[in-house]
């Protein structure tokens, strides 16, 4: 698993460029439903969601626009 670091805080460098990913190309620039669910999903890939990547989710639902009903279920996780 690869690794960034911003304002030094430890996150998990997939989970954030799968959110850039989700934010790009489109010309929406913000985060669906489906795409929300798919960020959950992919940090809940192990037995449980680590710290690394609660703290990217956090990042990424600070720093990122989503949809309403995508704010809706990220929060939830969070």
């Not at 985060?31 to 680590?50: C, F, N, P």
């Amino acid at each position: 698993m690869a690794y960034v670091t911003i304002d030094g805080v430890k996150l998990e460098k997939e989970l954030l460029e799968l959110a850039k990913k989700h934010t790009t190309g489109r010309g929406e620039s913000r985060i669906s439903k489906e795409e929300a669910q798919e960020l959950i999903d992919s940090a809940k890939d192990g037995v449980k969601i680590t710290d690394t990547e609660m703290a990217t989710l956090k990042y990424i639902r600070e720093n990122f626009t989503f949809t309403a009903p995508a704010a809706e279920i990220f929060d939830e996780v969070l």
